[in-house]
């Protein structure tokens, strides 16, 4: 007997083609399903060959897209079995006709769940029917395909399948099947294992069973998931349900049994916008927050203005990645704290990471992905990522990510193990989606230098020294001094909370919290200040190390003029603009217009390692001595004009 002619495709789960009884190889790229995918569920239904181009090939131009169509359809056409039989090509569009037997399973679920609905006053045979469609459903539709084009259909899918498993338990149960309604509930749940009316449910039959110890193991597993992923307790009746299996009377708990079931086996969205007794998971259910290490911000003042920013950026211009930029000690941790507790209302999904221990990105994506995906996506990539940031409004705040830069060399540069972090956040910057990433650094990375711009969804905010921070704080310590004293500390440290913290610290215990006792001394670098550079200059490169001595000697503001009349000759043109961009992007240095200066407090720290290992690390024909005389001099000119 001759083999079938039919060709059949599976959709759901992976790709399966064949062709009497035959596999057909030849379609393991993800291009190639994609197209196949959106062909045969498109059936008979002719496509622009314009459309289909910029569908699946959108960043790059017209005719480079159209070529690529053209390849794909010839080699669809050498792996499909006479494929001139399926596949109707012409000049503008393209048709999947089959002319042989062919079948495809979302096809053949979705008939079975139509007859399944045509037979409701046939239990038995729409019992039927719902089994055989759930059986056809092998995993979400194509789950190799991340396009945007398939999401709408995977999840409508996915819908269909939730409810025929809702119908055929409801079905079983009044059939007095309870041990076949506990599978297909059980099923359910291992789909959508948030569905708290689901639980309800499972405990209802595992009671009907006899099975009282299943039915409260379920509720604890309830319980331990609602509140690790939403961080919320079931509801009102799922609660008094179980409180009536702990009482063990049978009376009242069958009562419960009766009550319940009038909550019906639901969907969940349903059950929330239909029943007034889960007001707790109506308001929450949507909201996921997990704050990992983020500050405590009870106490932050000021920055309204920096905040203000950010909530534009991300709320009315829609950015999708913000960075916050400053040398470390001024506060953008607990402004990124602040604004993210401000705009968690407004996202889905809150994810707070620090990266002070320099994660590696598979970690950090394996801790993020099923945190935003609801435990649904057990592939951990950055396609993956941007597929999830596309489903819900996500915040994801990522704090000191200048742990995962090289030390010695210019800053923002990535070690080698971190550089897959360069691809997230470029994807993230470029990727259409309604998520958001919001970084701190004391670095600014390579990706965002190309990306960011006034009218881009890519965004740098410099955070510098707040005098109302600052203030705050002096306050909060309860030092004592006049206003102009308060000022006169806070502008010596350029207004860093941080150092500002360390060094009230000093006053309080050494001068009796006396501000005018300390300013006297004139002291700048106490030890937790050089302590807190060390770690900053110790990442800069040599030529780095130049400029900022040479600026630390030049006392004040210096011109680029007068820089490339002492430092490029002994490194050239281009190192040196490269140094001042890489010290700008630390924020050890800033620029006005064609000068350049640092901050006073940071001055007296390279000036203080003027000693004779730090002249040994310079070239040999740097001379601390003429650099000085050059200094005095050129201040000595500009006071005689």
Known sequence: MRPSRQLRICLFGHLRVTFENQPIDGFQADRHQSLLAYFVLRARSPQPRSQLAAL???????????????????????????????????????????????????????????????????????????????????????????????????????????????????????????????????????????NESGYLSLMQLHL????????????????????????????????????KLLLNDVSTVQEAVVGASRIDLTLLDESLSSSSEMPQIASQANRWVDWGEAPDIKFFYGRAEEASILQ?????????????????????????????????????????????????????????????????????????????????????????????????????????????????????????????????????????????????????LPVGGSSEVSLALLERKQLEGTQAEKEQL??????????????????????????????????LLLKEVKHFLDHQFERLTLIEKTVMTWLAIAQDQASLENLKADVQPLYGNTALIDALES??????????????????FITAYVMSHLNEPLRKALPYSVHIETLLSRAVSRRSSRKVD
């Open 56 to 194: 699946f090939w959108p960043n790059i131009s017209d005719t480079k897209a159209k070529t690529n169509l053209r390849r794909e359809l010839h080699r669809m056409k050498q792996v499909l079995p006479e494929p001139d039989q399926f596949l109707r090509v012409t000049t503008k569009t393209i048709l999947w006709q089959p002319q042989l037997p062919f079948w495809l399973d979302v096809t053949e679920f979705e008939t079975n769940l139509e007859q399944a609905a045509e037979a409701k006053h046939n239990p038995a045979a729409q019992v039927q029917k719902l089994q055989e469609a759930i059986s056809l459903y092998q995993g979400g539709l194509l789950l190799t395909c991340y396009d945007d084009w398939i999401e709408p259909i995977r999840g409508r899918l996915q819908k269909r399948m939730i409810t025929a498993l809702v119908d055929l338990s409801r079905l079983l149960r009044e059939m007095g099947d309870y041990r076949g309604a506990i599978a297909y509930m059980q099923q359910l749940l291992q789909l959508d294992p948030l």
């Open 208 to 243: 009907q069973q006899g099975e009282r110890a299943s039915a409260l193991q379920v509720y604890h597993q309830c319980m331990n998931m609602l509140r690790s992923e939403m961080g919320i307790a079931p509801s009102d009746p799922t609660r008094r349900f179980y409180e």
């Open 312 to 460: 534009d950026w991300v709320m009315q211009q829609q950015c999708r990645l913000v960075v916050l930029l400053g040398i470390g000690g001024m506060g953008k941790t607990h402004l990124a704290a602040k604004v993210a507790h401000d705009l968690q209302p407004k996202y889905d999904f809150v994810f707070w990471r620090s990266l002070r221990n320099a994660p590696l990105l598979d970690d950090l994506l394996a801790d993020l992905i099923p945190f935003i995906s609801r435990q649904q996506e057990s592939t951990y990539s950055t396609p993956r990522l941007i597929h999830w940031l596309r489903q819900s409004r996500c915040l994801v705040i990522l704090d000191g990510m200048e742990t995962l830069f090289k030390s010695g060399e210019s800053s923002g540069r990535y070690q080698a193990q971190y550089e897959s972090y360069s691809e997230l956040f470029s994807m993230v910057g470029q990727a259409s989606h309604k998520s958001c990433f919001l970084l701190t650094s004391r670095e600014k990375p390579m990706e965002i230098t190309m990306l960011e711009g006034e009218h881009l969804a890519v965004r740098m």
């Open 490 to 523: 806070c502008n010596r440290y350029a207004c860093s909370p941080l150092i500002l913290q360390k060094i009230s610290i000093v006053i309080c215990d050494v001068f009796s919290g006396q501000i005018a006792l300390f300013l006297e001394e004139d002291v």
């Open 583 to 600: 010290l700008c992007g630390r924020s050890l240095i800033k620029q006005q217009g064609n000068t350049y200066t640092q901050h006073p």
